[in-house]
């Protein structure tokens, strides 16, 4: 897990020069699926949250800035709701 934390780390810090493969290590470290190719990327599903946890990650060698900004903010939400989870709240 200490590589994920190290990616998420990197990942608040810049999103900036990430490819498909940082995201998929990132993204299958917190617990996403691949779930299918599309023809614009590889689609994530997180099995707790498919409601909301997914994400589409294009197939291009650096990806643009809000892929990162979109992953992050599914991220964040995903941490908040397992926290949350843990604490006793609703699933």
Same mark, same amino acid.
Do not use: E, H, Q
């Given at each position: 897990?200490?590589?994920v934390d190290k990616l998420l780390r990197r990942l608040r810090q810049?999103?900036?020069?990430?490819? =498909?493969?940082?995201f998929r290590k990132l993204l299958t470290g917190f617990g996403f699926r691949e779930i299918r190719e599309t023809n614009h990327g590889t689609l994530y599903e997180h =099995?707790?949250?498919p409601e909301w946890a997914t994400v589409i990650v294009p197939r291009h060698n650096e990806l643009?800035?809000?892929v990162g900004r979109?992953?992050?903010?599914i991220l964040e939400r995903l941490i908040a709701e397992q926290k949350k989870r843990r604490k006793g709240g609703n699933p």
């Open positions: 897990m200490a590589s810049t999103r900036a020069n990430w490819s =498909p493969r940082d =099995p707790d949250y643009k800035k809000w979109d992953v992050l903010d």
